[in-house]
C-alpha cells in the first residue's frame, strides 16, 4: 500500500519531468550545479530512510530469532495435551492417529524433572534437566519429516540414556561417558549412548528457557524412581503429555491449529489443549512487531530532525531563488508550475535518498543486531541467539515510508514557498509584515482550537486518547493565537501559548493523573517530546527581540559575534526550524542517558527491595526439593523460607487468553523474614502499608500480589494488564482447574520471577502438586559471605537440582542487560545526532553563498578576513548550543517529572548524569563546529572584488 | 560638523596627495583567456578633490576603484594610500587600513539586510574601535547628515532605494575616512533620487571629503571637480572641471 503510495509520488514527478521540460531543467539545472551540496541534502534526508528500514529489520531478526526457537524445540509439535497418566495419553495418541483429522503426527510422552550431574574430580551438573520417556523409533517420523524430529534409532537400554547437546555441554559429556540422574530422591547411573541436536522433539521444550537440557531414558525409568514416594503431594508429579503436529510443516502446520484443536477435544475429550507452536510463532511476530516499534519511536526523532532539514533546504532554496521565481512568473510561470519544479526537484533528492536510505538502513539493522546478540545472549538460560534476518517488505516498507515523508514533505513546503509576490520578488523587498490576521488564518486557528478540545476531551477518560490528551491543549492555545492577535497582539500570544504547551508538556501528565502514558505507548513519550520542543523553540524565536538587545548591550563591541548573531536572530523561521532539529535529537539523548543512569544508581536500592530481608535465591528440582531445614543446616545460612512455586496460567480484565507467568505460594515464615517491597500507591482499599499487605495476603485466601511486567512478553514499555482492587484467574495448565483472586497489591521489582503471591494454601489449592515448595529465598549470617554459601548450597544439594544466586548478582546481571541496551539506544540515536549536524553543514553552506556579496560588503568595509570566518562559526556554533540547551533543559524537566511521579517505579532517585551530558553536548559542539568550519573558511577567503561583483 | 581637514605633511603649503598610483596592471584571467583590464595606469587624487571616472561599460571603471582601494590585488604598479603602499600589507593590514581610510557607496546598495540603519552606520567604527555608545551617537549623526535622522532603527528593507544609499553614503562617511569611492552610486536610482545623492555628495566634499566617483553618466560625471575618461583600460583623457 505504502509502496504504491510511493511510486505514485516519484512517478507523478517522472511525468512532470518528461511532460515539463523547462520546469524540468530548473529543477534539475539546482540539483546538479552544485553536486557537493546535493550529496550533503541526500546524506541528512536518507537518514531517516535508513533509521526507519533499521528499525523494521531490527523486529524481522527478533522474529526470526524467536521463530528459529520454534523449529529447535517445537520442531513439528503443534499442539500439546496433558494428561494425568501415561496412559490416558496413549490412548489418545492411537485415537488421533486412527482418526481422519487433519494431523500427520500424535505421540505420547512422559517426562520428569532431574538432576544430571558428573562426578569425579570436577563435578558439574544439570539442576533442570528433563528426563523423556518416549517411543524413539516412532519419534523420528513424527510429523513426516525425519529431518525436523531430531531424534532417530531405538529406545535407550535399562542403563543408556540419549542427551541433547545442551545437556552434554551442561556436563561436558560425550557419548560413551557416564552421567547420575537424580529423579524423586533416586540416583541412577546412565550411560550416555547418543547425542542429539537442540531440535524438534529432541529439542522439545515449552518453559521460558531457551536451551533444550533433555534427556531420554528407557521405558519405565520415571515410574521406578516414583515408587515408594512418602509425600506425593510435594513433588511435582510427571507429566503426561500427547504431541501432535498438525499436516504442513513446521511453521505452516501452525494455520491449521484452530481446527485441529477441535478435532482434538472431539476426538480425546482432552479441554485444555495448548496451541504451542502458534502461540511461539504469534509471540515471536509481536515481540519482533514491538522492538521495531520501539526503535522506530526512538528513531523518530532522527526522521523528525530529518524532516526539519528538508524544509529548510527547500526554504533556503527558495529564497535564494526569489527573484529568479518572480521573474519566471512574471514570464508567465504560474504558482503551480512553481510547485512542480519544487516537486521535481524533491524527487530528484528523494529517489537516491530512498535507495542509498534503505541500503544504509540494512547496515543499521545490522549494526544494531551486531550489538544487540550479546545483550540477549548474556541471559544464561534464557539467551537468545539473534540471528541478522531481514524481509523484502521491510526494505520495501522502509524505502516507501521514506519516500513518502519526503516528497510529502517538500510538497508542503513548496505550496507555501512558491506563494511569491512577483513584484516583490523582483526587487527582493520583504513579504508585508501582516497588521491584521487574515479572515483564512483565523478560521484555520478557529479549526484547530476547536479540533484542539475535540481531541482533549475524547483523549480524557480513554486509554488510547493519549494522543489527544498531550497535543489538544497546545492545538487549543495555538489555535487561538490569531483569533485573538488583535486584541492581543501576536508575539504576546504566541509567547503565552507557548509557555502555557510547554508547561502542559511537562505537568500535563500529572494533572491528568497519568493519562499520557498510562497506554504503555512509546509513541506517546515521542509526542510529549515533540510538543515541548516546538514549544520552547517557538518561545525562543518571540523572544529574539530581548535576546538581541542583551547581545547589542554586552557584545557591542565584538563585531564578529554581533554580526554571527544578527543572521539567525532576523530569520525567525529557519532558525527555529534548525534549533528544533537540534534540540529533538538532543532531548532524547539526554533523556536516555538520564534514565540509564538513573536505573545503574538504583542497584543498592532494588536489591533492598527485592531481596527484602533475605540473601540468596534457590531453585530446587520439583520432583526432589531440600527441605527449608536442611538448607538452614548449612553452614552461613541464616534462615530459609519456603515458596510453593511453579507456572500456571492467567487471565486479567485485560489480558483474555490465558498466558503462563510464575506463582508462589509463601507462608508466615516468608512474611517474617522480610519480604520484597510493594509499589506503595498500588495498595488496595483499607491496607496502608507493606506490612498489612503481607498480612492480608497471608490471612485472605482470595487475595494475589502481583509484579511488575505481569503477562509482558518481549522488551518495550509494559504494559498494565491488571490494576490493584481488579481480579485475575489462575488456571491449572494440567487440570484446567481455575480460580478468582484480586489483587490487593504489587511488588517493585521482580527478577526472581517468583511472580503472582498467594497465601501458600490458596496457591496449592488450585495448583496441588504442581506447585512443589521448591524455591526458596535465604538469609546469610551476618558475618557470613553470601558468594561462598551459594556454592555450598549449590555443592551439598547437587542431587535436589539446586541453583542458587544472590539476589545482588542476580540484579546486576538484570541491569547489565538493561545498561547495555540503553548504549545501544544511543549508538542508535547519534544516527539522528548526524542528521542534526549535516543539517548545520547544509545550512552554512547555504548561508555563505546567500551572503557572498554581503561579505564583500564587510570586506570593504575593513572586516578581516578571521573576522568574517569567525562570525559565520558563531552564527552556527551558537545555534547548536541554543538546541543543545533547549533539548538538555526539556529532558531533565522531563525525565525529573516521570521519576518522581513514580513512573518508573517507587523510590527512584533522580541523578542528573552531568559528566555525561557535558560530554554529549561538548561532542555535538565540536561536530557542529567541525561542520561549519569548511563553509566558515570559504566565506572568509571570499575576494571582496569578486563578491562584490555577484549579481542579486 | 564634519570637517575634513587638508592633510600638509611636508609642510610645504601644497597638500600631499591621499592617493598615488604608478604604472599599475591588472589582468584578469579566465580559463585560456585573458582581459587586461588595467594597463600601466597612474593617477593621483588630491585631498578635497571630487574626481570623476567616466568611461563606457567595460572600460576597466570598476576594476580601477578596487584596485586602487585595495579590495583587489593588482599585476604590476604601485598604489600609495596616505603615504602607505597598501598592495604590500597583508590582508587583515589592508583591511584595518581600509576601515580607517576609506568609505565606499556601491550601486546596489549593499547594506547588511538583518542590521538596522544606524547598526549599519557604526560598523566601520566600531571596526576603528570606537566605543560603542559614542559609535552609535556618531551614527546617528551622520544619518542625520544625510537626512535620515527618522529612519535610524530600520532595516534596509523597509527604506526606498533613495534612503537606502543616502545609509550607504553615511555609511561611507561615518568613520571619517581621507578617501570615499563611489561605484556607479546613482545607478540602481531614478534620475530626481540621483540628483539628490549627487548634490548630498557635494555638499559633502564642499565640508572638504575627497570622492572618486565613477560613473558612465555623462551629466553626473560632469559635474565632477576633474573628470577621468577611461577607455579600453587606459586613462584616455584628464581635464578640469569648466575645461570640457
Ligand atoms: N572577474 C573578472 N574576470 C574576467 N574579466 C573581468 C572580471 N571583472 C571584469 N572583467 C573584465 O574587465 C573589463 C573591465 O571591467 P570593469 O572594470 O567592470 O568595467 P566597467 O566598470 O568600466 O564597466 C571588462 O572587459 C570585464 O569584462
Ligand atoms: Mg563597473
Known sequence: MILAFAVVLLGVALVLMVRRPILRRLAVRDATRRPGETVLVIAGSLLGTAIITGSFIVGDTLDASITATATQQLGPVDEVVMFTSAEEASAAAEALRASDAVVDGAIAMSSARAALYTTGSEPKAEPGARLIEMDIEAATSFGGDPGQTGVDGSDPAGDEVFITQDVALALEVGVGDEITASLYGVEKRLRVERIFPRLGLAGFWTGFETISPNAFVAPGTIAAALEGQQDPSVRTPPSHLLLVSNEGDVEDGAVLTDRVTREIEEITGATNIDPVKKDRLDSAQTQGDQFSEFFLAIGAFAVIAGILLLVQIFVMLAEERKSQLGMLRAVGLKRSDLVRSFYMQGGIYGLPAGIFGTLLGIGVGWAIVKVAAPIFGGFGDFSLDLTFALETSSLIAGFSIGVVIALATVFLTSLRISRVNIIRAIRDLPEPTRI???????IAGGVVAILGVMSLLSGLGNEQGWAGVIVGPGMIAYGLVPLFSRVVGTHRLLIGASIGSLAWGAFGNEITSGA???????????????????????????????????????????????????????????????????????????????????????????????????????????????????????????????????TAQFTTPRSRDPKPWTTSGVDETFVEIGPPNLTDDDLAEGISNDEQAWARLLEDDEAAIVPPF??????????????????????????????????????????????VYMNSDSLRDVMGAQVPPSRFYVSVDGDAD??????????????????????????????????????????????????????????????????RRQVGVLRSLGFRPLMIGTAFVIESTLTALTGVVIGVALAIVTARQLILNGEFGDGIEFIVPWSELLILAAISMVASLLATMWPARQASQIPPAVALRIAD | MLAYERTDVSGSGVPD??????????????????VEALKDLSISVQPGEFVGVMGPSGS????????????????????????????????ARRSTHRAKEMGFIFQSFNLIPVFSAAENVELPLLLAGVAPSEARKRAVATLDRVGLGHRIS????????????????????????????????????????????????????????????????????????????MRDGEVEATSLKGAV
Not at chain 1, 436 to 442: A, E, L, Q, T, V
Not at chain 1, 615 to 636: K, M, N, Q
Not at chain 1, 790 to 802: A, D, H, M, T
Open chain 2, 60 to 91: 576597466g571603471k570598476t576594476t580601477l576603484l578596487n584596485c586602487l582601494s585595495g579590495l583587489d590585488d593588482i599585476d604590476s604598479g604601485e598604489v600609495w594610500v596616505q603615504g602607505e603602499l597598501i598592495h604590500s600589507m597583508s590582508d
Open chain 1, 710 to 755: 505481569f503477562l509482558n512478553e518481549g522488551g518495550g514499555p509494559s504494559i498494565e494488564y491488571v490494576r490493584t482492587g481488579e481480579q485475575i484467574t489462575i488456571i491449572d495448565p494440567v487440570t484446567g482447574k481455575s480460580a478468582e483472586r484480586t489483587v490487593i497489591a504489587m511488588t517493585d521489582d521482580d527478577s526472581a520471577f517468583s511472580g
Open chain 2, 154 to 229: 530600520h532595516r534596509p528593507n523597509e527604506l526606498s532605494g533613495g534612503e537606502q544609499q543616502r545609509v550607504t553614503v553615511a555609511r561611507a562617511l561615518a568613520g571619517e575616512p581621507s578617501l570615499v569611492w563611489a561605484d556607479e552610486p546613482t545607478g540602481n536610482l531614478d534620475s530626481e533620487t540621483a540628483g539628490s545623492i549627487v548634490e548630498l555628495l557635494h555638499e559633502l566634499n564642499r565640508d572638504g571629503l575627497t570622492l572618486v566617483l565613477v560613473t558612465h553618466d555623462r551629466a553626473i560625471g560632469e559635474t565632477a571637480s576633474r573628470l577621468v575618461q
Open chain 1, 436 to 442: 491584521r490576521p487574515r479572515k483564512r488564518s483565523m
Open chain 1, 516 to 646: 499520557f502514558y498510562d497506554s504503555g505507548d512509546i509513541f506517546a513519550f515521542v509526542l510529549v517530546g515533540l510538543l515541548l520542543n516546538v514549544a520552547a523553540v517557538i518561545l525562543l524565536t518571540q523572544l529574539q527581540d530581548a535576546i538581541g538587545a542583551v547581545v547589542r548591550r554586552f557584545g557591542a563591541k565584538r563585531l564578529s559575534l554581533r554580526l554571527g548573531l544578527a543572521y539567525p536572530l532576523a530569520r525567525r523561521f529557519r532558525t527555529g526550524l534548525t534549533l528544533a532539529m537540534f534540540s529533538l535529537v538532543i532531548f532524547t539523548m539526554v533523556f536516555i542517558s538520564i534514565l540509564s543512569n538513573v536505573f545503574s544508581g538504583q542497584i543498592d536500592n532494588t536489591v533492598k527491595d527485592e531481596a527484602g530481608g533475605y540473601d540468596i535465591l534457590v531453585d530446587s528440582l520439583g520432583t526432589d526439593p531440600p527441605s527449608a531445614a536442611a538448607l538452614e543446616g548449612v553452614e552461613g545460612v541464616d534462615r530459609a523460607a519456603t515458596l510453593y512455586f511453579g
Open chain 2, 17 to 34: 596627495p591621499i592617493l598615488v598610483a604608478k604604472g599599475v596592471r591588472k589582468t584578469y584571467r579566465t580559463g585560456a583567456e585573458s
Open chain 1, 786 to 851: 553470601a558468594e561462598s554459601v551459594v556454592r555450598s548450597l549449590q555443592g551439598e544439594f547437587v542431587r535436589n537440582g539446586v541453583e542458587a544466586v544472590t539476589f545482588r548478582s542476580r540484579i546486576e546481571d538484570f541491569q547489565q542487560g538493561s545498561l547495555q541496551f540503553f548504549r545501544l539506544m544511543q549508538g542508535y540515536l547519534a544516527l539522528g545526532l548526524a542528521v542534526g549536524i549535516a543539517g548545520i553543514g547544509v545550512v552554512m553552506v547555504r548561508a555563505v553563498r546567500e551572503r
